[in-house]
């Protein structure tokens, strides 16, 4: 049984330290999944007060600097162990050795329950649990995996994070010179279906992460599940500038507004000529947008290894959405901060490159609308171009010119519809 001092050094150290924490090969160590029950074991061991250790304490203000220059993060617990426990159990059961573990299907299952309670045990409660959690799920999102692709004469085998077997290099075999490594980022790699399962509920433990990176966001999700970030200006600072530096940042600027639409019910009112399709913020939409297909080339991802044997009977779904509580300030936080990337966009001379045929989507037609909105939601957020126009006298007149082509993209009728909704639902202390 895995000790808490040894599942830090292993797992959490290096998981929150990112890229170069221990020097190279410093690589997050994947075991058997472990359980509520290995949890108390580790809390109830002699090794427990690694948690509050000064040095540990120091990794994770560092790693929420990252983010924010002043964070405040409480002390580590049981239910952020939990968190790395189940984050663990999701790698895990992705590893690329499970098909060979010989078990009666029953028991997968409930390594994919008790993996679930963890992650649903680990949801925070409040603003600060909700940044701690974020240091364990964003590092999550990030993680890479070294991959070995040994070219042979029948194609082309790919090793997931492991070297290849030395008989793959016999008399008769691959010669070593034939292999190749390739660094890919693990979440965008296809999955198991247990491991596809359990990445919503992931994703529910941090509104944070979600609202960082929303192309990751689970079904069901709202920006204003992490409002109370955006009324924050050291936070909302740093999302906005996280979105900003997004290749994709329209299309992503058109999963927050979609999202808001949608929670707020406004999408059939906004566009009555649609029949309110599903907001394009699904990863495996955006490649399939993009023409990107799912699997690997050449060889299977497992390499020599075949299915893991999952079921599919009986397997749970992830846990429901948690319920959204908001007020018109919230509403006006989301609005803002989007406008904010646009300015930010306009700024960087990057605000023209690629809407092009994005804007025939009605999410990203809402996340262009906005800037045509500012004048009108100007008494609630106020304006964001005074200061900005008195130190560059050419920015006032850059974000006119930009705020013109955005008329000619959007619909001139959706851009009404969002006065007389959206707008209201933020200027209005009491809307109808």
Known sequence: MATLPGFLARFVVPLLGGPGVGGDGHWVEVHAPMSATDREAMLASKGSGALLSSE????????????????????????????WLGLHGVLALDHPDISRVWTRSKTWQRVETETRALLAFARPRAMDEALARHLAVGAFLELRRV????????????????????RRFSLFGADP?????????????????AVQRLLPDVMWVSPLTALL???????????????????????ARAVCHTWAREREWVRLGGIVAGSLLRTLELVAEVFADKPGPGVPGVVAAMRRDAGEGSSDEGAPETGEAGEAGEPEEGARLA???????FDRHDVGAVLGALIHLHLIKVLEFDARISIGLSARDWAVQTFLALPLLLSRLEPVLGSPLDELALADESFARRWEEYREHLAGLVPRTVVENLVATLVQRVVQRHPQ
């Not at 304490?57 to 990252?66: H, N, V």
């Not at 991959?147 to 030395?166: K, N, S």
């Not at 010179?177 to 198991?192: A, F, G, T």
């Open 319 to 325: 846990l429901p959405a948690p319920k959204v509580e």
């Open 147 to 166: 991959d070995h692709i040994v070219a042979t004469p029948d194609g082309e085998l790919r090793y997931r994070g492991q070297a290849p077997p030395r």
């Open 56 to 83: 540990f304490s120091t990794l994770r203000t560092r790693a929420a600097q990252r983010l924010v220059a002043e964070p405040h993060l409480p002390d580590p617990n049981v239910d952020e162990l939990s968190l």
């Open 177 to 193: 010179v034939d292999v190749r490594s390739e660094s890919v980022r693990w979440i965008e790699r296809p999955h198991r279906a």
């Open 213 to 235: 990176a929303p192309g990751w966001a689970p079904p069901g999700w709202s920006p204003l599940m992490a409002a109370t970030f955006l009324r924050s200006r050291p936070y």
